[in-house]
């Protein structure tokens, strides 16, 4: 279960369910790649703004036009066996419907990350790597947790062969396979003061 050559966990995702289930229940534990990380808890409330924002303008705009696609916030997993994945994406986009009593997608369109020093590069390696092997994946959104920008990757052709990077208050976060698009002034709506 534990490698003894790596100075941190690694398991199976099995043995990482069996591992959780006797974690107390006000920790956080992913798994990226096979390694065992426990997430910080109360993240800091400009966190928790900037997800609210970008889940609740995905959800709204998908129950205004009746997509099929729903969101999920920070605490359900996005799960890979193969590559050896728990993570608990700060959004995730899912547009298809779900068995009763499910506790993880296998298959997300859009995965969101707020970035802050502690967590991005986490988020921009080690997640972005394992990220890009799921097949369903259609975009990535990294945001900046304390300044207006955005990296967004796209799979347009079936590669990751798209970049945008957003840092004005006008410019448009738009997400093609979920068509959806949301200004960066909502992004960080009452967080940063972009009218300057």
Known sequence: MTDPVRPFPHMSLDDFEEYLADRPENERWELLGGRVVKMMVGARWEHNRITQNIAVAMTN??????????????????KDREIELAAL???MVVCHPLAPGETAITDPTVLVEVMSPGSEARDRLEK???YQQLPS???Y?????D???VEAFDRPNGDWSGLRLLDSADAELSLPAIEFSMPLSE???DVLDLTG
């Not at 959104?141 to 947790?145: G, H, N, Q, S, Y």
């Open 147 to 149: 300044k207006c920008y």
């Open 187 to 189: 992004v960080y709506r």
């Open 61 to 78: 705009d998908f129950r205004r036009r009746g997509s099929p696609c729903r969101t999920f916030t920070e605490t359900f997993f996005v």
């Open 141 to 145: 959104v990294l945001v900046a947790r």
């Open 137 to 139: 994946l259609a975009h």
């Open 89 to 91: 994406p700060d959004v």
């Open 128 to 130: 972005w790597q394992l």
